[in-house]
């Protein structure tokens, strides 16, 4: 894979489950890791729990670019299950 990485776009996604919505927000993250990880420019998609905050999922993603960031962003939206707005941290590797 020769992907160019300044245009690699590496993400933590951070989802904060209301308490009574966790099961239901881990089983749909769980769900759709599969096909998440078949989308075009999806190069890592890991869905991973918070140890000090066990009701957020953190999703570690990288994309080729920022159009396949942006086609994955029209997915299915979780927003009724998180009890706080989702939380993106975009990153670049320097090395």
């Known amino acids: 894979m020769n992907e160019n990485a300044s245009e690699v776009i590496h993400l933590v996604a951070r989802l904060k489950a209301k ?3 966790r099961s239901a927000l881990f089983d749909a993250l769980k769900a759709i890791v599969p096909d998440v990880r078949k989308e075009d ?4 998609y890991d869905l991973t ?3 000090d905050d066990p009701d957020s999922a953190v999703m570690l993603e990288s994309w080729r670019d920022g159009s396949a960031l942006e ?25």
Request: hydrophobic share 50%; with cysteine; aromatic share 0%.
């Open 71 to 95: 086609a994955h962003a029209q997915a299915a939206r979780l927003d009724v299950l998180l009890a706080e707005p989702l939380h993106l941290q975009r990153l670049q590797q320097l090395l």
């Open 19 to 21: 308490p009574e919505q």
């Open 49 to 51: 729990v918070d140890r």
């Open 41 to 44: 420019g999806c190069l890592l």
